[in-house]
């Protein structure tokens, strides 16, 4: 069956970068876009961007542009988002998302919650 | 970017009731290959989203016959035809026609 993981929780200090890791298996890796998508309570779920293991064909929210980096470990089936400077804005749970047909979020992981603190 | 409408915001119901809860999108969803990308997933506490619905009437693996999906181009409206427990939580809607990806702000059905 189709699994992502992510690790539960990052402690991250202000203006400090991170990468978050989504380990996948129980299909082929590069069959299917993997999405991010950032929640935060209250604020409901944005969209950050997705990226296509095969080639890492990425696109993003422009919002998110100048925020997150996208890549991918094709050999251990791992994607990967880096978010940089981070500020309290960015505390939230991160969720990575494998797409089915239509880019729908077919399979979503568990999420990894970024705090953002000294 | 496509505004995703969600309503009501909250849907207090009974178990065996039937719920229907509303989307409406900004902009007309059907896609330039005459697919509409509308989708429905069910959040519940402290755990991430599962898609229900895809492509506005496809029901994903697993998902019961009680749930359904009707509507085109900007209104949508998911029914729910006799709630049970374990349907209780937050529904959200979301496009995938237009980048970016987008979501309603989500409808917690919660018990009366």
């Known amino acids: 069956q189709v699994q992502l993981q992510q690790p539960g929780a990052e402690l991250v200090k202000p203006g400090a970068p991170v990468k978050l890791s989504c380990k996948a298996s129980?299909?082929?890796?590069?069959?299917?876009?993997m999405n991010w998508v950032k929640e935060r309570p209250g604020r409901g779920l944005e969209w950050i961007g997705r990226?296509?293991?095969?080639?890492?064909?990425?696109h993003y929210n422009q919002k998110f542009k100048d925020k997150a980096t996208l890549t991918v470990d094709k050999s251990s089936s791992t994607a990967y988002i880096q978010l940089s400077s981070l500020t309290s804005e960015d505390s939230a749970v991160y969720y990575c998302?494998?797409?089915?047909?239509?880019?729908?979020?077919?399979?979503w992981g568990q999420g990894t919650l970024v705090t953002v603190s000294a | 970017d496509v505004v995703m409408t969600q309503t009501p915001l909250s849907l207090p119901v009974s178990l065996g009731d039937q719920a229907s809860i509303s989307c409406r999108s900004s902009?007309?969803?059907?896609?330039?290959?005459?697919?509409?990308?509308l989708h429905w997933y069910l959040q519940k506490p402290g755990q991430s989203p599962k898609l229900l619905i895809y492509?506005?009437?496809n029901r994903f693996s697993g998902v019961p016959d009680r749930f359904s999906d009707s509507g085109s181009g900007t209104d949508f409206t998911l029914k729910i035809s006799r709630v049970e427990a374990e349907d209780l939580g937050l529904y959200f809607c979301?496009?995938?026609?237009?980048?970016?990806?987008?979501f309603g702000a989500g409808t917690k059905l919660e018990l009366k």
């Open positions: 979301s496009q995938s026609t237009h980048v970016p990806l987008t």
């Open positions: 990226i296509d293991p095969s080639d890492s064909e990425t």
């Open positions: 998302a494998r797409s089915g047909v239509g880019y729908v979020l077919a399979y």
């Open positions: 902009q007309s969803l059907v896609h330039s290959n005459g697919n509409t990308y």
């Open positions: 129980g299909y082929t890796f590069t069959n299917y876009w």
């Open positions: 492509k506005v009437s």
